[in-house]
């Protein structure tokens, strides 16, 4: 059976390949008893990516484990630096008594998004491929307030706007899933201001829900996920390159405390500005996007730990989706060809889930689906701004 095309949208180090990882750790954990998923991906050479999807699980349990021995007022920043390389994930839903149902997530570098990358036509090829779109955004650069701009480049608002847009529907049974999903949005959750970040993001890509919002073939959600659980993010602050000696060439990244000075180191560390030899305001190209300059996110932990949340939600959606549209897809087909004989008839056969269709339908009905609640929103509306 074919598989189906899920691509992967959002900015530099938004956390796509952690949406799948703690979403393939939830689904086993949670509902293992009615379907298993698994990770095919064929990693390595042949692949480009070394690092399997459970060890990214792995890699963010125990960072959160050894970052508690700092407690949870130590500052810190996750990994900034650009990906330049697509990943394709190959996941396998198997449920007993049906055939497997593969898909591909497909996570672009978000490098790629700009029109003038050399691999944008290799990007729009995905899109016009793909049935589910599902679009990460770092939350906590869509939750600033000192500059829209920022969220509007981190985030890469526009280029994603512009990318949907083009958007191949060929005919009434041709249906499209779009999730925005909110991630580093653990500081929201904890302070029940949730509703503020799906409020938030609706604005943001305003021009991308007004595009698709009245064709009944575009289906289009908010699903906010906690995809670490034990962190929080604390605030914004401007990067800066410090230099320990004057025969130091790179220097390393950090901020720098606005009331005391200090430099805040990304491992959480601290120095004076009197143990160093120079600190540069201008860090490098890697914070500077279409004239913007990023700040850095900083977070604490919580003392939680590794506690995901609604990460599934994901996978749940997808498959209601998709077995959805099959079965509006097998009606169209069996009114077409009611009239021929029954051995090429559609129900016989075909499809993503063929004959097993009636076995997927009945996963569907049993897994819990959430729809409200936690910034869960259908978005079934135009989005009017205090500008219109």
């Given at each position: 059976?074919?598989?189906?095309?899920?691509?992967?949208?959002?900015?530099?180090?938004?956390?796509?390949?952690?949406?799948?990882?703690?979403?393939?750790?939830?689904?086993?954990?949670?509902?293992?008893?009615?379907?298993?998923?698994?990770?095919?991906?064929?990693?390595?050479?042949?692949?480009?990516?070394?690092?399997?999807?459970?060890?990214?699980?792995?890699?963010?349990?125990?960072?959160?484990?050894?970052?508690?021995?700092?407690?949870?007022?130590?500052?810190?920043?996750?990994?900034?630096?650009?990906?330049?390389?697509?990943?394709?994930?190959?996941?396998?839903?198997?449920?007993?008594?049906?055939?497997?149902?593969?898909?591909?997530?497909?996570?672009?570098?978000?490098?790629?998004?700009?029109?003038?990358?050399?691999?944008?036509?290799?990007?729009?090829?995905?899109?016009?491929?793909?049935?589910?779109?599902?679009?990460?955004?770092?939350?906590?650069?869509?939750?600033?307030?000192?500059?829209?701009?920022?969220?509007?480049?981190?985030?890469?608002t526009m280029e994603i706007t512009d990318l949907m847009s083009k958007?191949?529907?060929?005919?009434?049974?041709?249906?499209?899933?779009?999730?925005?999903?909110?991630?580093?949005?653990?500081?929201?959750?904890?302070?029940?201001?949730?509703?503020?970040?799906?409020?938030?993001?609706?604005?943001?890509?305003?021009?991308?829900?007004?595009?698709?919002?009245?064709?009944?073939?575009?289906?289009?959600?908010?699903?906010?996920?906690?995809?670490?659980?034990?962190?929080?993010?604390?605030?914004?602050?401007?990067?800066?390159?410090?230099?320990?000696?004057?025969?130091?060439?790179?220097?390393?990244?950090?901020?720098?405390?606005?009331?005391?000075?200090?430099?805040?180191?990304?491992?959480?560390?601290?120095?004076?500005?009197?143990?160093?030899?120079?600190?540069?305001?201008?860090?490098?190209?890697?914070?500077?996007?279409?004239?913007?300059?990023?700040?850095?996110?900083?977070?604490?932990?919580?003392?939680?730990?590794?506690?995901?949340?609604?990460?599934?939600?994901?996978?749940?959606?997808?498959?209601?989706?998709?077995?959805?549209?099959?079965?509006?897809?097998?009606?169209?087909?069996?009114?077409?060809?009611?009239?021929?004989?029954?051995?090429?008839?559609?129900?016989?056969?075909?499809?993503?889930?063929?004959?097993?269709?009636?076995?997927?339908?009945?996963?569907?009905?049993?897994?819990?689906?959430?729809?409200?609640?936690?910034?869960?929103?259908?978005?079934?509306?135009?989005?009017?701004?205090?500008?219109?």
């Amino acid at each position: 059976m074919p598989n189906t095309k899920i691509i992967m949208l959002g900015g530099r180090r938004t956390g796509k390949s952690t949406i799948l990882s703690t979403l393939i750790h939830s689904l086993n954990d949670k509902v293992s008893h009615l379907v298993k998923i698994s990770d095919n991906t064929p990693y390595g050479a042949s692949s480009g990516m070394d690092v399997p999807l459970h060890e990214k699980r792995i890699e963010i349990d125990n960072y959160l484990r050894n970052r508690q021995k700092f407690g949870n007022n130590s500052q810190f920043i996750v990994d900034m630096s650009p990906n330049l390389g697509e990943g394709i994930y190959n996941l396998e839903a198997s449920v007993q008594g049906a055939a497997r149902i593969g898909f591909d997530f497909v996570d672009v570098p978000g490098e790629w998004m700009k029109p003038t990358h050399e691999f944008y036509p290799k990007l729009q090829k995905h899109i016009d491929e793909s049935d589910v779109f599902v679009i990460a955004i770092d939350t906590p650069y869509l939750m600033q307030d000192e500059n829209p701009n920022i969220n509007t480049v981190w985030n890469r608002t526009m280029e994603i706007t512009d990318l949907m847009s083009k958007i191949k529907i060929e005919s009434p049974e041709d249906k499209k899933l779009i999730l925005f999903v909110p991630v580093k949005c653990e500081k929201w959750v904890h302070e029940k201001r949730i509703n503020e970040v799906t409020e938030r993001l609706q604005k943001a890509y305003k021009v991308l829900i007004n595009t698709w919002v009245s064709n009944p073939s575009v289906e289009m959600w908010v699903m906010p996920i906690l995809t670490a659980g034990g962190l929080e993010h604390t605030r914004m602050l401007d990067a800066y390159r410090f230099f320990r000696t004057d025969k130091d060439k790179k220097g390393e990244i950090c901020s720098v405390d606005p009331l005391t000075d200090i430099l805040l180191l990304q491992d959480g560390k601290t120095l004076f500005r009197e143990s160093v030899s120079a600190v540069d305001p201008e860090p490098d190209k890697t914070y500077l996007h279409s004239f913007t300059q990023i700040p850095l996110s900083w977070y604490k932990t919580t003392g939680e730990g590794f506690k995901p949340v609604h990460c599934e939600q994901i996978a749940y959606h997808l498959l209601r989706f998709l077995v959805k549209k099959e079965h509006e897809l097998s009606q169209a087909k069996y009114q077409e060809y009611k009239a021929k004989p029954w051995y090429i008839r559609w129900l016989s056969s075909g499809g993503r889930f063929g004959r097993y269709l009636p076995i997927y339908e009945e996963l569907v009905n049993r897994i819990p689906i959430k729809t409200t609640g936690d910034g869960f929103t259908k978005v079934e509306s135009f989005v009017v701004t205090e500008e219109d």
